[in-house]
């Protein structure tokens, strides 16, 4: 018995090394995000002395990135969103952002948002995004369309959704789109992104933020998981209808299906709940492994005893 007990426990021990020991499988999605919002710029007019030129502080962009990181982190891990607001937010922090923090950490099957709310621009066959060291009177300082995508091009995931709250952003699309990429902008190329005090947001981000608290009615398909597509229809249905000005959200879709940004729960309230993962904790492993041990052992004696009492003379034969 005794043999046969120990034979149970080392095949039991066998498995326990051979368990993961990791909550995440190589190939399992993680989520990462780069939000950005400047409503302080170092070079331009603060209001309200000038509240007829383009060169001014931006109300409310710092309040969308910092909504957006509050409702994000607590469903992807505060680890794996990164938040430059105002004076953190200089281009090369953008950039050290993307390529230094971002790209060393995702792989090809995560999922990743960028994000940028503030000022924005066209110039020539070019559109700008104005972090917070932008220059007043040249876009050198700003980040041109093609230079992000040069950046977000050295990502390896092949699920990328950039969302921009800033005016003409709708012509980013053109350099941004691809495949795996989706791309949700405020506005068309050639229209404003309006924000208002009795919002303190970007309209458009105003109606995305309410879409992670409304997610019921943002999925539509019934799937109990928020995709970017489900989550800018809803935004850009409630920025068209109450807006009041020229403003048409845009979208570019090059991921096949949707894709999934969060899942939730409808009992009661449908409350944001983390999305389910492939992948059980290291402790469910180890305790797995454990009542394994404790099962393996305990059938062992069970087995012996009814052997004993089957075949008693056979063991009172081996005993002498």
Known sequence: MLRLLGSFLFASLLLLLALPVHAQSPDEAERWAVIVGVSEYEHFIPLPLFPDSELYDLPYADNDAQALYQRLHPLWGQDHVKLLVNDQAAKADIEDAILSWLDPREDANDVVLFYFSGHGGQYGAHEYLSPHDALPDSYTGDIRDDELASWLDQLESRQVVTILDICNSGGFIGELAG?????????DRDEDAWAYPSLEHGVFSYYLLQGFEESAAVDANGDDIISAEELFYYARSHVIANN?????????????????????????????????????????????????????????????????????EVEDQRSD
């Open 179 to 187: 495949a795996g990429r989706v791309i949700l902008t405020a506005s």
């Open 244 to 312: 009041g000005r020229d403003q048409h959200p845009q979208i570019s879709d090059g991921y096949a299906g949707e894709l999934a940004l969060f899942g939730l729960t409808r009992r009661g309230t449908g409350s944001i709940s983390l999305p389910e993962q492939r992948g059980d904790s290291p402790i469910f492993y180890l305790t797995m492994a454990i009542v394994g041990v404790v099962a393996s052992a305990a059938t062992a004696v069970v087995w012996a005893k009814r052997r004993r009492k089957a075949l008693p």
